[in-house]
């Protein structure tokens, strides 16, 4: 599908307000660090995700920190799959 960033940022949005989605795939989606961004302070937010699936992206250390920041918030996310993306050791 390769939503890219500007797809993460708009299904982030949605994600806000969400109350039934549990489980969200975004494998292979072209997603970077700004797209990982949005969805990180949607996490924040978010009490009904349980899966997370971004694996297969472009998100570097600054997504993958974002996302871990949001997650000290988060208290619903059991399971979030981030392999195979461009994080590092500094991620």
Same mark, same amino acid.
């Given at each position: 599908n390769e939503i890219g960033d500007? @797809? $993460?940022?708009a299904i982030a949005e949605v994600l806000h307000d969400n109350t039934t989605l549990i489980d969200l795939n975004l494998s292979g989606d072209s997603i970077g660090?700004? @797209?990982?961004?949005?969805i990180a302070e949607a996490l924040r937010e978010n009490t009904t995700l349980t899966t997370l699936n971004l694996r297969y992206n472009e998100? @570097? $250390?600054? @997504? $993958?920190?974002?996302? $871990?920041e949001a997650l000290r918030d988060n208290t619903t996310l059991?399971?979030?799959?981030?392999?195979?993306n461009e994080i590092g050791a500094d991620g």
């Amino acid at each position: 599908n390769e939503i890219g960033d500007d @797809g $993460a940022k708009a299904i982030a949005e949605v994600l806000h307000d969400n109350t039934t989605l549990i489980d969200l795939n975004l494998s292979g989606d072209s997603i970077g660090d700004d @797209g990982a961004k949005a969805i990180a302070e949607a996490l924040r937010e978010n009490t009904t995700l349980t899966t997370l699936n971004l694996r297969y992206n472009e998100i @570097g $250390a600054d @997504g $993958a920190t974002a996302i $871990a920041e949001a997650l000290r918030d988060n208290t619903t996310l059991t399971e979030l799959t981030l392999g195979d993306n461009e994080i590092g050791a500094d991620g």
